[in-house]
Each structure stands twice: as C-alpha cells, then as structure tokens.
C-alpha cells in the first residue's frame, strides 16, 4: 500500500488506521502541504501527517459505492469486506453475494422487500441476476432440486441474535408459494412455525426471539415439483430455561401467551394470574418484551394447533400441564428433622393444591415424591427424606423434565400431521430440501452444559462449511490436475478432536465421570485438566478450586462453568417421580413419559430394609454404562444430521448480528469484524473469486449443452468430449482461464452457470421456431391440396344453383308485379269509400252533439234544481238525527252506504266488461286505454266530486262556464272524429252508450240542480272575493332543456355491444332470459333482473298471462300490489306524516276540530309497525326476488307497472338494466301494439328514476329516434327526473292518468285566504317549485317559512319548500286509501300553502304574506288549532276580525258572521252564541284600533305578531333526534323543536324538557354525514350531542339563524378589561360587561371597529370587535342568560367566539430588535414588557420606541403624532370623521424628511402594527404604508438588518 499522502487530492477516499486494527474509510477534505485532513466512516475528523505516524493509502472504486457481490471486491482485504457491508447496511440493502454464498445482515426492522411481488420477481431467475436476497437462495435450491434431480440443503448460520430463524421462515414461505399448490399441507408445514417458536424460542440479552432449540426441516417434492410433506428434527432443549433465567431475560414464550390470552373463564379453572406472580417467570426481573404482543399470539397459536390437527382436548390438556408447571414453580418447602436427619416439608398454599389437580395425582403422593427420594440397594428399596434444597432442585427436575418431554410430544405430533407417506405400491421418490436453524454460537458471562452441546453443534457446522468450500474443493482440483496455488484458511477441525473426535474426549469424559455414582463435577474438571492441560486449545482451571474451564472456538475463546454438568448430562428422573406419573390420571402426562414408563422395570418391596456389607455397585455400573446420557443422544442426533447434509448440495447462509443493542441503522465495525474472521469470510471470497467452485462431467455438460455446440467446428460423433465442452466454451464465455478442462469434469466460475442456462434457452427457443415454421408449412401445403380440390367440387355445384336461382327471383317478380296491380285497384276503391264515410260521420256527429248538448242543457238546470234541494233537506236531517245516533249506528250506516256503493261500481266494471268483450278490432287510442285499464274513464272528477262532498270546499262552475268546458269538448270530439273514422259497431257502441248516459242525466238532473245551488250559496258567503286561477298557460313549472346531438357513437347498439354480457343482442325476442343483460356482482340483482324481464315481456304482450295457481286465499290484484310495494320500504302514512301532524294536531279531540263533523276514516298507526304471524315486514328484505306463486298468475297492467317500478326503487343497480331490457323489446319490434305498450312503460319509468350516467348518453339517443309522438314527451320527463333526482315511490293514479294523454297533472293548491291556484306539475315536480311559483303567482316578496302542505281527511303535514317530491306524498294518500277498503282514485288529498316558521328578526313588510298568515290564524282559531289560554283573549282576536272585514260599523247580523268564522264551536256550545255576539261587540266598539283609526293591514300585523308570540310551538319545525350527551335529560329519544325563539326538546307536547334560546347558543357544527348525522350545539350549558337523520337540514337551519342574530345583534359581551385613555373616543369597560351596540355609519364590523354603549357606566364610545363577542340576540338577553356569560372558563364547559380567531404567522419580527435599540417599558402599565413595544397595539404611544430620540423633546413629539397618523390610516384608531388619506401621509412622511434621525422610527412604528396583527384590512392598509416609506425614505444599517 502507499504509506505517503502528498499524492492524494481533495475528495479522494482512502483508508486510514482505526482503533480496532482495521483500516477505516475516509474522505480527503483538505491537503495543506504534508498534512491531510480527512473525515472517516464515523463521521470523525482526523489530521494525518508523518508526524503522528498515519498511514493512508488510495482506496479502489470499487470499495466506494459498494458492490452486491464481494467477489467483485478490488480491497480483498479485512476492510474492504467490512466498508462494503457498512455500506450496504446503511443504504438498506442487507443481503449481500460472495459468490452462491449469502451474507445476511439483521437490520432489527421489518423491511418491504418480502411481499407476494417479491416472490415472483425472483422465481425462475438465475442466482445474481437480481440484487441479493434470500429468495434468491431459495430459488437456486429448488431450481437444482428439479434440475439436477439431487436432495438440497442450505446451511444457515450465524451468533445468537444474528437472523437465523427469521430466514429459516422466509426460506419456508418462498418454497410454499412457488410450489404452485396451495395446498392444506403447506399451510400445515407454514402453521408449525408459530407453535415451536413459542414452545421453543425465548427472549435473551441478545435476541428477542431466540431460538433454545435447533431444528432440521426437511420438505418433500414430488417430481412435479409440488410439495407432499414434511419432516422436522429437533436438538437439545434449553431445559434448566424453564426454571431459571438470567437477568433481564424471559421464559419461553408460551408461558406469557397463555396467561395474556387465555380467556378469563379458562384462567378461572386453571387458576391463572399475572405473570408476576409465578416464581419461574419473575425470577429474571424481565416480564414483557417489547417487541412482541403475547395476547395475539396466543390467538395464532391457537389456530396453528387447529390447523395442525390438535383438537381442543389436546390444546387443553396442554395448557393444563403448563399451568401446573408455574404452580410447581411457586411450592416453597420449608426445613425439619426426621430420625435425625435434615428433611423438608411442603409449604401450605394454593399452588401445591391447584398442580396436584392439574397432573391429576393425590396431593399425598405428590408431597412424598418431592421430598423424598427412593434408592435400590441390594433389590431393596431405601427411602431418603430431602431437605429444603434437594426437594426444590426435585421440583425443578421435575418441572424441566414434564416441559422437555411435552415439546418432544409436540414434534411427534407435527410430524405426524405434516409427513405424508406415499401410497403402498408406489415406487415414487420424493427429493428433499433441508433448512437448518439452530442456534448460533453463544458465549456467556456464565456458559453451562447447554452451551458447550451448542457451541459444539456450531464447530460441527463450521467444519461442513470448511470442508465443503475448501478441503473438498482444493481435492478436485488436486484429482482433475488442474492448475491450482492452495489457499491457506482456518480449520477447527483440532477443536472437534478435543470435543469429540480423539479417544478421552471432553465429552466421553463427562459420559465416563456421569457413570460413577459417586462422580461429582469437580471429580470431571480434574480429570478434564489433567487428560488436555498440555493441548493448547484448552484451557485448564487456574487453580484446584476454580471450577472453569476453557475451549479455544473457533469463534474465540469460551470459559464454562462445570457446575451441574453431571445432573444435566444424567437427564434422569427419581424413581419417585416415576411412579407419580405411572399414577396420575392425566393420560397426555403418560403419553409423554411413555418411552421412561416402558423402560421402567423397577419392583415396589414393602419389605423391612435390610443393609448388607455385600455391595451391589458392580451390578448398577454395569446397568448405568447402559444407559444413555444427553451429550450421546446429542452426538448420536449430530452424526445423522452431518451424514443428511453430506449426502445434499449445500447451500450457505452466513447471518451476522450488526450490533449487541438490537438497535437498527447501527453498525459496530468491532463486533462485525469478529464475526468476520471467525466465519472466514475472507478465505471464502478468495477461494471463490479465484476457484471454479461449477463442476459438470464431460457427459453431463455436453447433454444439457450440446444444442450450443457448432458441430461444424467439432463434431461430437468424431471428437472426444472434452473437445466438444471446450468448443462451447469458447463460443459462449470467450474469455480465456475463466474455465478449466480436467481429466473427467470442466470447472467454471459461478456467474457461468447463469450465462450458459440463458444462452441455452435463447437458443433452444430460436430452433424451436425454426422446427415450426417447417411443420406449419408442410401442413399449409397439405391443406392447401385438400381446399383446391374442393374449390372445384364447389365451382360446379354453385354454377347450376346460379342459374336455378336467376329462375326463381323472375319468377317472383312477375308475381309481385301482377299484386301491386291488384292492390293499387283495390286501394283507390277503398280510399273512395272512405272519403264518403267521414263525409257521413261529420254531418251525423255534429247532429249528435247539437242535440245532445240542448237535452243536457235542459237536464242540468232540471237537475241542479231537484239536487240542491234534496242535499238541503238531507242536510237538516243529518243534522237532527247526529243528536240522537251513537257512534254505533253511523258506522253502521256509513258500511251500509259503502257496501251499496261498492256493488253499483261491481255492477258497472261487469256491463263495461261485457260491452269491451264485444268490441271489434280496437285503434291505437283504444290500445292506450288498454294499457291504463285500472284507470277509471272519469277519475278526476269523481276525485273532485268526493272531495267537494267531504269537505264542501269546492266551488261550482256557473252556466256560462258548463257551456263553455262542454263547447271545448264537442269541438276536440269533432276534431277526433275528423280524424279517424269510426267502424259501424263503434258507432252503434257510442250511440248506445251515449243513450244510456242521457237516461241518466234526465233521471238526476233535479237533484243536481239543487245540490249545485246550495254550494254555490255556501261558496258566495264564505268567499267574498272571487278566486285566482292559474292555468297552465300562465304558470309552468315544467322547464324544458336543451337536448344533446345524437350520433352513432352513443347509439343503442354500440352501448350492447361493449357492455352485454354474452351473446345477447338488441334485438326483441320472446323468450326468457337466463343471464341478465348486464353484468351484477350481487346474485340478488341478477334474479331480480329476470323476474323484471319476465314482468316487462308480459305488460307488452310479448309473453302471454301465465295460468293462475290455486291457494287456499287469493289476494285481490290490490293486495298483491300493497303486498310487493309496502315491504319494499314499509313507507305507511305514519311514515310520510310529519312531526308536525304528531305532535300538534295527533291528541285533538274531534269535537275541537270540526264539531259534529266525523270522525277522520284513517286511523292513528302506532310508532312502529306492528308484526304479524307469519308475515314480518322488513324494510331491506328483498321481498320481489324469485317467481313465486305471487307472480305465477294473471296480473293487471298496474301490478306489472307497479312490480318493475318495485324493483327499479328497492333496487338502484338495476335500474340500468330495466332500461336496456325496455330498449331491447323496443328494437326491430314489428308488433305495434307492443312497441307502443313499451314505450308507454319507457316514459312511466322515466318519470320515476334515471338511469345511471353509463347509460345516460346512450339512452338519449335511443328516445330521440323514438316514434315522434313518445320521444318529445319521454325526453322532457328525462330532463326533470334528472333535474329534480329519482323519487322514493311509484307512479301514483293522477301521474297514470295524465301519461295516458301525455299531458302535465292539474292540481289545485289551497290558500288560508280561501283562493286556491290550478297548477301543471309533472312526476318530477318538489314542492320547492311549487312554493316559488305560488309566491311568484300571487306577487309574495317575503316567502320565508311558507311551505306545502298536503292533507288527507283530518290529518295534515308540512312537504316543506325544499325538495320533496310532491307525486311521492299523492301516491301515499292514495295507498292509504287502499288500505282502509277505498279506491285510490277517490282519495280526497289537498294541496295548501301555509305559514311554517317566522323568522327570530322582523323582516320587511309583506301585504300579502301578513294577510295569508292571518288568514290561516282565523282558520286555525274556527278550528281549534290554534287555541288561547284566555276567553279574552279569544274575544279580542274576534274583534280585530270584525274591524279587519267590516271596518268600525257595529251590527248584530256581521257579529254573528265573525263569532261563527272564528270562534270554535265547542267555545260556542259552552257559552250561547248570542253570549259571544255580545263581547265580541262589546270589545270591537272599545277596541283601540277604532280610536286609533288604524288601517286593517296594521291590524293583521297585530294579529300575526300576537300567534307569533303566543304559539312558537305551532309555528316550528320538529326533528327527531336522539340525546347523546349535554345537560341532564330524563329520556334519549326526544323530539326538538325549532322556531324563531329557540330551540326546545321535549318528549311530548307538554312535557318540554329543556329550552335554549338562541342568546346562548355559540355554535352548531355537523361532525358527520352518515345516514345518522352527529350534531353538536355548543352552548353556554355545555356541548349538546344528537344524532338527528335530518342533521343537515337542522343544522343548516339553527345556523342560518345565529349569523341573522348576530348581523343584527343588538348586544355584546365585553371578554377583557380596557382602561381609560387619553382619547375620549375609546370606550372604557370591564370584562364581563353587557356592551349595547349601534349601527351607525361611523364604525363597522368590516373595519374591526364597533360602536358601542356600556350599560353599566352609560358612555358610548368605539370598541375593538376582537375585544368582544357578539351575542345571536336583538334584545337584551335575559338574567339567567347573563348569569351563564359571566360563568369563568371552570365553570362553564364551553366557551367559544364568534368566529375563531387563527394565529398570524408573524410577518416581520422585531423582538430581536426591539431588545438592543427599543427603550425600556414605562412602569406602572398593566401589559408593561419587552414584547409590548415590538407588538401591534390599540393605544397610542406616549413615548417613542428608540432609546435614540429619548431625550430629544420635539423630535419625540413628531414621532408620537405620527404613530397616531399611522394609527389612523390604518384603522387601528376610530375617528369620528374620514379624513383625507394624503393628509394622513403628509403628517407620517412630512417630519422625517426634515429630520432623519426620524426614519428608523417611522420604519419601526410600521412593522410594530404588523407585527401579530389579526385584522386583514388593517395588514393591507400597513403593507401600503411600509411601500410607501421604502420608497421615499432609507433606513439606517441597523434598521436594515432586521
């Protein structure tokens, strides 16, 4: 090496001396001269110079970045190894090649680079082709195995803690995963892992998984290369770990699993506690390890014993003899004297009690076994009593013996479960590879028995690997004469001699001394050291009373202690012990101790003990010399194990521990370096670098490579065989000396083999091509043969179809010609006819309806006549007979009246049947009507003639506009008639029904008359005014949008083509599906899919009606609907009815509401639905999958709608799939009726749900080609379904009518003034719409807290004005009906438009909105739904009634009008009505709005303000929500109202359990969007948690509310003190205090400024907004609510601002500064310190911050106004009057450019107010400030640097 440093330059690496004798790395920094400055590995800086002596020398490049393979290596030295694993260490890469041996280094961290991917990247791939890994080594032993056909082994080794087992596992995964099975069996072999680590392995000083036990694991393959089974071999239990540890070490692990994860019942039986209550686990003082979770091990210990066949009575069993042993552990014994001699008794306790249990022994037998010990002298037995320590070492014995053998069991049992024979009368056989893991070399502070048997195992694998890497090598080159300089490495092979090998070993001495009774271990020791005392790899006792010696290995130097050599190497129990375990009950116990009970032939004599001088110890050395001792049992199981390996190809991995901390990313060169000579690494790197360690024979390496030998060059049926392997080696390595040729084999490198195997495979791939391309040809050429004779054949044959074909095409054409002749003659005859017939139909048409309209004009003014009288005379004895009838008579009454009235609807649907049974062929209007037969023909106006009658609300049209609707009518008949003919039996059919109608309407026309005269009476009084009707033409919520281009990209057919499953088409067919359409995950979806199939084929009559099934009860086409549709979603009216209904109008009693009006027909449904046996609705069951009996009958159009609209809502994954299906039936459909039946189904779905945006584009297009009459109508109810969403329910029966005559629905919306609206709605349309175009309609500018009501009978609720969909609660009133015995279309459902909710703040006045909402308060009081406490007060609202209608004239006849409009009837029985006439005149003639003269809208005000005050319940929206947590509640479930006052809860109208109003409320935030929404309302109680399904609407409500408040609050909270100023303008105040704010145009919120009056001193002045908080309140919050605000922080559980204020990063710092050039704070101030002259502030100066112009008075004057200026400009200081911002910066910028001793202070006042300044306006305003002066000024260089 070069000794000098004068020729390296900086930035050099080199090596320079370290202190562990080792060279060093470093990096050159700096060379001056002869002296060089260097930075080592360790980061140290070190100066070299010949004058300290320092060395250094160039190192390679090599060295530098490191290389994967060491053979690579330019250093072969000691450094050279030790940097590059450094290195590697260091960049992560802990795997490292010499050659095909693997160096391992434990990075104490889990690393990502033994995942799934990993295991395929590296199967298949040569050995180095990609970075190191022990996958790689894996992967060579099982590519050999099933190349070479030889057993393979891998050899891993390596110091405790260094790795072992670790890749053990990992060399076991490997092989499972690539085995390519799968199979039970190698998760069995997988699954045994778990099971010996924790029976076997424990925490040491130096691994905290060591391995106490070795093991062989052999795996079986088959030819295939499958894994069949397993075999393990276990070495040497570390026993005496079972009853002592060393310090800071831990007992095997199953010990502490078991007492972490034996479930608490199971502990209980066994009388388990905490590990430190157990002497053998708390002797060490180490109880948990860190690095393991001992609870869930347990779990997967559990599973591995389930996997590996053990059944719960083994595991149990097992668990019991663990238990007993830690009770054994805790038996203490206590001394005594027996017949003089020393003795021992049992200490009375739990523990001794609890393991006779356990080893199932008599507790007696137990004692006598511990303290005693029996001897066979003379074939008698002598009894020996032990004293205090003999009985524990018994114990001990005892324990490490039952703990050893059950470990022994378990392997037995392993293997027996994972070792698979083969079958009897197979010939197979299996090849293995064998991975050992056993425990590394270990040298102790204190080394017993058990490391000298380890440490021998280590010598033995030592000399395997230096055999077979160097001794058996350097043989074959010295046999093949090949050319070869020996290497020198280091042998242990006189280390084996000494230990085992030569005659007197050290083992055969402790097996002879373990013979002699009377052997003692210092007896061993002398005889050890007087035999080897001259050999000097032993080391002798230093003196006769030391009792260690020494071995030289070859990993260094190890001192044991010979103490309890002997009793260890015995491994024998007492004959006590013996018989205890031939005497227990536990049969797992026997089982273990079988082989010892077998062997034991001991006979029990109860004989007197007789002693002889004759002795019999001949006869019991003979008997001992054979028995077997542990160390033969271990040298026997070593033998065999180094013959196994012997007979394998050896694999290597060296596993080296990095440090002795078990710490990552720590290497410790000294420790490492040890490692390294010990190994001989570097021997190793030599042999393999310079060796040829790949050896074929001639034979074998010519017959796998003979495909890459150019024959032409040499001819291997001619040359020899060496010849031919040189030829290949020169075509393919080409580098002369990398091979050599011996006498029988050819010798090459390592990376040759991997070289030749891809040359070979390239090579074998290129002739294979080559061999197909000649096959493919001669069989192109045969087919070509076969195809040409055939062309032929075929040539001929098509010649004469040809012309038979010409034939028949003319022969058809003249036949086709001869019938358009004949039917164009015939069709001009036909069109002649039919000219002349609609001529006819027209004249006798218009005869027809003239004299029909003059016979029904005479009948109806008749009828009117005759009704109106009848319904008055009924009325008056309806009237007198209430008085007198129960309630059981008018029931039965009202049954009687519906019985009669259900038989004349039967009797008509049977003469409408058998009329339609006669019919002829029917046209495309008649088909239509077909499809919508459950429609009744004039169901709208039965619906409107029943509600008329109900509720006697509806006003009838006068004559002229009877004459106008029928004018319409006849004019669209005529229209109709024009045209499209009609047939004669058509004719015959109307003119006959149309005689029947007349009949009729001549029969009724008097009671008509007189009923429809008495309405309109009854209308004129109660509407003064004449109504507002809105038709279509001036109120459209239907907005029409735009529609896509279409092309054929998105057409129906690509759509099937990219996305259909199968072979399915787009064209129609009629049959059956088997697969849906579409793909579906969910085997639900895909049966629901056919059933919807099935359904859709038969509504468009492409499959007929299936025959019905016979049931014991048929359920009525009505039920079945109620049946498949209610348990959808189980959505009752209960369900739909808001809380609302519930809570305000559930508990009226009928008298309050309406009188003697009846009772409501839909009775109240409990809170929850009821079950019934043998049907349990439930809300997600999926009750329509499957063809069942309910659809294996004939069904109605309606149930089949009804059905697919079922599943299309149950179901949204499908709903895609009903699309297709429908397109599909719609494509090539040649049948008319069914294609216009289809896309009659298309528009109804449509309207209802969308499809997906998969189909979306596709679907549009497909309606846009549609018929002309569908595609219109069907895209503009696309566009709403998607505008609006999807709704919740089916099509109800107004939405069925209306898309029969594709028109919009007309509905009617009731105003509380009496005015009602008609509007055209869609099936999209929400009642958000509704409520915008009502407000629009009627000129409502305020529309806040009206919304959409719906009501049915005498229940009524709110739809809101968001976006519920109105079709939705239709289709519910309707089903409702249904349920109670009716027909939907005569449900009675209202729409209205009410007042919901006020506001917590007056808005503007609105005319119109006072006057609905007093209208509704009138209503609401007639019908006691809004009620008063007070009769007075009841009488003052009647009188503000009477002055609003009739002004301040008095009469008796309008008293009595208003007392009947707004005085409740049952107030009216109470008192006489002419009591009531009375005070309500009284007080209308006293009341002050006549004195006032007070105009009638200002009383309606008065009106609506006084129910705003006196009901905030009733006007309040409810949620229910569930009570989390907040102040104490008695109930969880509660309902909580929300109104302009506050927010209640309360468990029942009455019963309000808690009131906040909105004073003290801080906050409401959502924390979660679930279907179940968390809320949080922080308040000045504390934080109030709910759950609340409509948190978001709640939410979004309350906190619209608090910002409102607080915008207009009225009222502040002072949050700290502010002291009086020199400016007047600053308010003074304390914390605490109540500030009454003002709105004025001087100060603002934005500008961060608040004018405000403080209650307590009453001075006004400006408020800084962040010194308070605004309170959501417009009034003065009340006493409590002060009380709450002035709580400190302890007190109250929270306390929040009105917007959290966020911390400014502070843009300039001047604290820095501030301490050197500021002056000194003033004294006397509250806030005085150094960071309140660099820090923003509110005040200004009175002195200036630069000690630099303290002393000068003019100069601190100017200083002072211009920081006022500053403070003005900015907005940090109020002024009472804006000024000019250019005079503001004349005073800043004026004085310093007159004095620059100024301009550092101007600079620094700006920073001041930007430093930790919290108002954005006032930040931008300083940034202009500080531009400005950077532009005009320059500071000074002290200045400048902060």
């Not at 990247?121 to 070479?148: K, M, T």
């Not at 009084?1021 to 735009?1042: F, N, Y």
């Amino acid at each position: 090496m070069d000794k000098t440093v004068y020729h390296n330059k900086q930035g050099d690496n080199v090596w320079v001396d370290s202190e562990i004798g080792v060279p060093i790395g470093a990096r050159v920094r700096k060379v001056e001269g002869d002296k060089c400055i260097v930075v080592d590995d360790a980061g140290k800086e070190r100066e070299l110079s010949h004058q300290n002596g320092s060395t250094v020398s160039l190192m390679h490049p090599t060295s530098v970045e490191g290389v994967a393979d060491m053979i690579r290596l330019g250093d072969l030295n000691e450094a050279g190894l030790l940097r590059n694993l450094q290195l590697r260490h260091k960049q992560g890469f802990i795997y490292t090649y010499i050659g095909s041996v693997l160096v391992a280094v434990n990075p104490y961290e889990l690393l990502p680079i033994y995942t799934a991917d990993q295991v395929h990247r590296y199967h298949g791939r040569q050995l180095g082709e990609l970075p190191p890994h022990v996958f790689a080594i894996a992967d060579s032993c099982y590519f050999h195995l099933r190349r070479n056909h030889l057993n393979q082994c891998c050899i891993i080794s390596g110091e405790s803690g260094a790795g072992k087992t670790e890749s053990t596992k990992l060399m076991l995964q490997y092989l499972a995963a690539v085995s390519g099975q799968h199979s039970w069996i190698e998760q069995q072999i997988l699954e045994a892992n778990p099971i010996l680590e924790a029976f076997g392995n424990a925490r040491t000083v130096r691994n905290d998984n060591s391995s106490r036990f070795g093991k062989y694991v052999e795996i079986f393959f088959n030819k295939k290369g499958v894994i069949q089974g397993a075999h393990m071999e276990q070495y040497l239990l570390e026993k005496s770990r079972v009853c002592h540890q060393a310090s800071k070490e831990r007992n095997y692990h199953i010990f502490y699993c078991l007492l972490l994860g034996l479930p608490e019942d199971q502990k209980k039986i066994l009388s388990l506690g905490k590990a430190e209550d157990y002497s053998y686990l708390r002797a060490s003082g180490c109880i948990s390890c860190e690095s393991r979770d001992d609870a869930s091990d347990y779990n997967r210990i559990r599973t591995a014993l389930k996997i590996l066949t053990f059944r719960d009575k083994d595991c149990w069993e097992i668990f019991k003899l663990l238990a007993a042993i830690l009770h054994m552990g805790n038996i203490d014994f206590k001394g005594s004297m027996l017949n003089n001699m020393d003795s021992s008794e049992i200490s009375s306790s739990t523990h001794f009690t609890m393991s006779a249990n356990l080893l199932e022994v008599e507790p007696a037998s137990l004692d006598t076994s511990l303290t005693t010990r029996t001897f066979l002298t003379n074939r008698e037995q002598v009894s020996k009593p032990l004293g205090p320590e003999q009985a524990r070492d018994t114990r001990d014995a005892f324990a490490k013996a039952i703990y050893s053998k059950m470990f022994l069991w378990l392997f037995e049992k392993i293997n027996t479960a994972i070792h698979k024979k083969a079958a009897e009368g197979t010939t197979e056989v299996y090849q293995s590879i064998g991975l050992l893991d056993i425990f590394g070399f270990e040298n102790f502070v204190s080394n017993s028995f058990e490391q000298l048997c380890i440490n021998f195992a280590n010598e033995q694998l030592q000399q395997f690997f230096v055999r077979h890497v160097f001794k058996l090598e350097q043989e074959e080159y010295t046999r093949e004469s090949i050319s070869w300089e020996r290497m020198v490495f280091s042998d242990n092979q006189p280390t084996l001699d000494l230990l085992a090998g030569k005659p007197l070993n050290i083992l055969a001495l402790i097996d002879e001394e373990s013979l002699f009774p009377k052997g003692t271990d210092a007896t061993m020791l002398t005889k050890m050291n007087q035999v080897h005392k001259r050999c000097n790899i032993y080391v002798a006792s230093k003196s006769d009373h030391d009792i260690h010696f020494g071995i030289k290995h070859f990993a260094g130097e190890v001192y044991y202690n010979s103490t309890g050599f002997l009793e260890k190497n015995r491994d024998a129990l007492s004959s006590n012990l013996m018989g205890l375990v031939q005497k227990s009950g536990s049969k797992i116990l026997k089982q273990i101790f079988e082989k010892e009970l077998n062997s034991n032939t001991m006979k029990q004599n109860n004989s007197k003990v007789i002693i002889t001088p004759k002795s019999t110890l001949r006869q019991m050395n003979d008997s001992r010399r054979g028995t077997t001792t542990l160390s033969s049992q271990y040298r026997q199981s070593l033998d065999s194990l180094m013959k196994a390996l012997a007979i394998c190809q050896p694999h290597f991995i060296r596993c080296f521990k990095p440090n002795h901390s078990k710490s990552a990313k720590v290497f410790d060169r000294e420790l490492c370096m040890g490692q390294l000579r010990d190994s001989g690494m570097l021997e190793t790197i030599r042999i393999r670098k310079s060796g040829y360690p790949i050896r074929h024979t001639f034979r074998e390496f010519l017959g796998r490579y003979r495909v890459l030998l150019n024959t032409t060059a040499c001819d291997p049926n001619t040359e020899p065989d060496a010849d031919c392997c040189n030829a290949i080696c020169k075509a393919v390595i080409k580098q002369e000396g990398d091979w050599r040729i011996g006498k029988t084999k050819i010798f090459l490198k390592d990376h040759h083999d991997a070289l030749l195997e891809f040359v070979r495979e390239k090579e074998l791939h290129r002739k294979a091509i080559i061999i197909t391309r000649v096959m493919l040809g001669h069989k192109d050429r045969q087919t070509y043969l076969k195809k040409k004779k055939a062309v032929l054949i075929m040539q001929k044959v098509w010649r004469g179809h040809r012309e038979r074909k010409v034939y028949r095409k003319l022969f058809r054409g003249m036949t086709r010609l001869q019938a358009c002749v004949r039917s164009r003659v015939a069709r001009r005859q036909y069109e002649r006819r039919r000219s002349a017939a609609k001529t006819l139909q027209t004249q006798a048409r218009g005869f027809l309806c003239r004299r029909r309209y003059g016979r029904q004009r005479d009948a109806a003014i008749l009828l009117q006549t005759n009704i109106r009288g009848m319904l008055a005379r009924k009325t008056v004895n309806k009237l007198r007979t209430d008085r007198f009838l129960s309630a059981q008579e008018r029931l039965a009454q009202e049954q009687t009246a519906l019985e009669l009235q259900r038989r004349l609807e039967d009797l008509k649907q049977a003469q409408a049947a058998a009329a339609s049974a006669k019919a002829e062929p029917i046209s495309d209007q008649d088909m239509v009507d077909t499809i919508f037969e459950f429609l009744p023909p004039r169901m709208a106006e039965e619906r409107k003639a029943e509600a008329e009658a109900e509720h006697e609300e509806e006003e009838p049209l006068s004559r002229a506009e009877q004459r106008k609707e029928r004018k319409e009518e006849e004019d669209r008949e005529e229209k109709d008639e024009e045209e499209e003919p009609l047939s004669r039996a058509e004719q015959r059919k109307e003119g006959k029904e149309e005689e029947d109608r007349e009949e009729k309407d001549e029969e009724h026309d008097s009671e008509e008359k007189q009923e429809r005269r008495m309405k309109s009476l009854k209308k004129k009084e109660r509407e003064p005014e004449e109504a507002v009707i809105l038709t279509h033409t001036a109120l459209r919520l239907i907005e029409p949008g735009e529609e896509e281009d279409g092309d054929e990209e998105f057409s129906f057919s690509r759509f099937v083509a990219l996305h259909f499953q199968g072979s399915a088409s787009e064209a129609h067919i009629q049959l059956r599906l088997r697969q849906p359409l579409l793909p579906h995950e969910d085997e639900g979806d895909a049966l629901a899919c056919l059933s919807v199939w099935w359904i859709i084929l038969r509504f468009m009559g492409d499959l007929p009606e299936p025959k019905a099934i016979a049931h014991p009860t048929t359920a009525s086409p009505t039920d079945s609907i109620q049946r498949n549709l209610g348990k959808r979603q189980n959505r009752r009216l209960s369900s739909l009815v808001g809380l609302d209904q519930k809570m305000l109008r559930k508990n009226k009693k009928i008298s309050k509401l309406t009188g003697n009006r009846r009772a409501s027909t839909i009775p109240e449904e409990p809170e929850t639905p009821s079950v019934s046996e043998g049907n349990v609705d439930v809300v997600d069951n999926d009750i329509m999958i499957g063809e069942g009996p309910t659809f294996h009958r004939t069904m109605s159009s309606l149930e089949k709608l009804h059905i697919i609209v079922g599943y299309a809502l149950s179901r949204p994954s499908i709903r895609d799939e009903i699309f297709c299906q429908i397109c599909k039936q719609l494509t090539s459909n040649s049948n008319e009726t069914n294609r216009k039946r289809g896309w009659v189904l298309m528009a109804i779905c449509l309207g209802i749900f969308p499809p997906t945006d998969l189909f979306m584009r596709y679907l549009r297009n497909f309606i846009r080609r549609g018929p002309a009459d569908y595609a219109p109508y069907c895209m503009d109810r696309l566009r709403r379904t998607l505008a609006n969403g999807a709704r919740l329910e089916p099509a109800c029966w107004v939405e069925l009518e209306a898309c029969r005559n594709r028109k919009p629905v007309q509905v009617k919306v009731s105003l509380p003034d009496g005015r009602s609206l008609n509007l055209q709605v869609d099936s999209a349309s929400t009642s958000a719409e509704i409520c915008s175009a009502i407000a629009k309609a009627i000129g409502l500018r305020d529309d806040y807290g009206f919304s959409l009501y719906i009501s049915l009978h005498d229940k009524m609720w709110s739809l809101g004005s968001k976006g519920e969909h109105v079709m939705d609660s239709i289709f519910q009133c309707e089903q409702e009906e249904c349920r109670q015995g009716r027909k939907e279309q005569s449900a009675p459902w209202r729409l209205s438009y009410r007042k919901e909710l006020f506001s917590p703040w007056p808005g503007t006045p609105d005319p119109v909105g006072t006057s609905l909402t007093y209208s509704q308060i009138i209503s609401g009081l007639k019908s006691a739904e809004y009620q008063s406490d007070k009769e007075d007060d009841s009488v003052q609202l009647a009188a503000m009634h009477y002055f609003v209608k009739f002004g301040s004239s008095s009469s008796s006849e309008n008293a009595r009008q208003v007392v009947r409009e707004c005085i409740n009837t049952s107030l009216i029985e109470s008192r006489s009505e002419q009591k009531w006439i009375q005070m309500v005149t009284t007080a209308h003639t006293q009341g002050s709005y006549i004195k006032s003269k007070k105009s009638p809208e200002a009383v309606k005000e008065e009106v609506v303000n006084y129910a705003r005050q006196t009901w905030p319940m009733f006007f309040s929206r409810f949620f229910e929500v569930l009570y989390r947590s907040g102040p104490p509640i008695p109930q969880d479930k509660l309902i909580m109202s929300v109104n302009w006052h506050g927010v209640s809860f309360f468990e029942t109208k009455d019963n309000i359990l808690l009131e906040l109003p909105y004073a003290e409320m801080v906050d409401v935030v959502v924390s979660d969007s679930g279907p179940c929404p968390v809320v949080s309302l922080s308040t000045l109680r504390g934080e109030i948690t709910l759950e609340a399904q409509r948190g978001l609407e709640l939410v979004e409500m309350v906190g619209w509310f608090l910002d409102g408040l607080r915008e207009r609050s009225a009222c502040a909270l002072a949050l700290h003190d502010a002291y009086k100023q020199d400016d007047p303008t600053f308010l003074v105040y304390r914390r605490g205090d109540i500030l009454l704010l003002r709105r004025d145009e001087e100060f603002s919120q934005e500008s961060g400024w608040l004018s405000a009056t403080n209650e307590r001193t009453n001075q006004t002045g400006a408020v800084s907004a962040d010194a308070v908080m605004v309170l959501p309140t417009i009034s003065r919050p009340t006493d409590d609510t002060l009380n709450l605000l002035n709580l400190n922080p302890a007190q109250r559980k929270s306390q929040m601002r009105d917007e959290p204020v966020t911390d400014r990063v502070a843009l300039i710092n001047l604290k820095e500064f501030a301490f050197e050039y500021f002056r000194e704070p003033m004294k006397g101030m509250k806030s005085a310190g150094r960071e309140k002259l660099w820090a923003t502030s509110r005040e200004p100066l009175r002195q200036p911050l630069l000690k630099s112009l303290a002393g000068n008075s003019q100069l601190s004057q100017l200083a002072l106004h211009a920081f006022t200026a500053i403070m003005k400009y900015m907005g940090d200081y109020p002024v009472k009057q804006a000024r000019n911002p250019l005079e503001l910066t004349n005073q800043i910028f004026g004085p310093p450019t007159q004095h620059p001793a100024l301009r550092d202070e101007i600079y620094c006042q700006i920073m001041k107010q930007l430093t930790n300044n919290n108002n954005g306006v006032s930040v931008e305003r300083g940034w202009q400030l500080l531009w400005l002066c950077s532009e005009n000024q320059c500071c000074s260089d002290g200045g400048r640097g902060s």
